[in-house]
């Protein structure tokens, strides 16, 4: 009997756009960001003829198309469709969900497999102060929309920032497990735009968690491999249950089994968050498949901050959350 070839297990998060219409403090500034002309953000084919690449010698089991706001890239459910194509386990999406409601049927019919949607607190005075946008509400029918679609599970993304929106941990969560959501609580990372809020706004995993009892029961999950999630099972004091997890990058890194890998709206292949290095991978897919990508490919894998203090200049929008 031939033995199976063994492909280790790749996760890409694949930059769309860096534009956004929102402008959250810890991504954008007001002005927003100088963005990638046109003619240099990463064209539909080349993005599926990396993942295309990549699945010959990896098992790239998740892709997630994120940005700046992937839903502002015009054609994005066809780029969905040309992805689909490839047969990956889990294609996934992380959004601000302003334009969800009208797309989340015709992106699930196309082949998305699930959404994650930030949502940093339900108040419409806190949503305009974090985005400068007054418009929570296309948020929330977002949400309804993808859960509406089955673009499940339906993961909810808060960054709790000190007297910006931690006294919203209780709201947030409350709202996620009546819905059936799952809430992700994500620290603060210094990253671009974040690194100027971070000294008086970061707060730590550890403090969220104890904000949270005694009205919430928090029970610990086993940490599936590769995760960066702590994920809990929750029982609130008046019945109502579900999970939620921790994202904790600067609290409890979790690098030692990350196999993530990015490219940037430009094109840029990065292996970690925090680490400035990237390969320009566009000249690579030109002429014979292989060998200069599958290179760049492990020297990103081999770039993992590892214990090393983020140092990331580039804004979260270009990079891809
Ligand atoms: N626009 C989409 C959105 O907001 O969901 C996708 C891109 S956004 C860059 C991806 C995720 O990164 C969001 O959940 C956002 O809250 C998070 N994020 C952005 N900047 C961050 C920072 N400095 N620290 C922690 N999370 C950040
Ligand atoms: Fe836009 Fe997402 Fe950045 Fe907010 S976090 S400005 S929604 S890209």
């Known amino acids: 009997m031939i033995a199976p070839i063994y492909k280790p297990e790749l996760s890409l998060r694949i930059s769309v756009t860096d534009r956004c219409q929102l402008r959250c403090r810890y991504c954008m500034p007001a002005e927003g960001v100088p963005f990638c002309e046109h003619d240099e953000i990463i064209t539909f084919e080349e993005i599926k003829d990396f993942v295309a690449q990549l699945q010959v ?18 054609g994005i ?19 601000n969900a302003q334009r969800l409601a009208r797309m989340a049927a015709p992106l699930r ?13 339900l108040e419409p005075g ?25 673009l499940r599970p339906v993961k909810l993304n808060m960054v709790v920032m000190r007297g910006i929106n931690d006294h919203n941990v209780h709201d947030v969560l409350t709202f996620a497990l009546k819905r059936g959501c799952e809430l992700r609580f994500l620290e603060l990372m210094p990253i671009g735009y974040g690194a100027d809020l971070f000294e008086k706004r970061f707060v730590p995993t550890e403090t969220v968690h104890r904000m949270l009892t005694p009205a919430f029961e928090l029970t610990s999950y086993p940490r599936a491999a590769g ?3 702590q994920r ?28 993530r890998l990015r490219l940037t709206a430009g094109g840029r292949l990065m292996g970690c968050l925090a680490r400035e ?24 894998l ?13 804004s979260m929008a270009a990079i891809g959350g």
């Open 302 to 314: 081999g770039c993992k901050r590892a214990g090393v203090h983020f140092k990331q200049s580039v």
């Open 277 to 300: 290095e990237g390969h320009d991978i566009r000249s690579m897919l030109q002429g014979e498949p292989g060998a200069p990508l599958l290179t760049a490919v492990r020297q990103a």
């Open 227 to 229: 995760s960066s999630a």
């Open 77 to 95: 459910v066809d780029l969905v469709a040309m992805l689909s194509e490839l047969g990956l386990q889990d294609l996934a999406m992380t959004t």
């Open 109 to 121: 019919a196309a082949g998305l497999d699930r959404v994650n949607i930030s949502l940093d607190t």
């Open 57 to 74: 010698a990896y098992d790239v089991h998740k892709v997630r198309l994120t940005g700046g706001d992937p839903l502002t890239r015009k």
């Open 232 to 259: 809990y099972a929750v029982h609130a004091t008046d019945g109502v249950e579900g999970v939620a997890g921790f994202i904790s990058p600067c609290s409890d890194q979790f690098c030692f089994d990350c196999s």
């Open 126 to 150: 806190t949503f305009e102060h974090i985005t400068r946008s007054d418009s929570v509400d296309a948020t929330v029918a977002g949400i309804d929309a993808a859960l509406e679609a089955d």
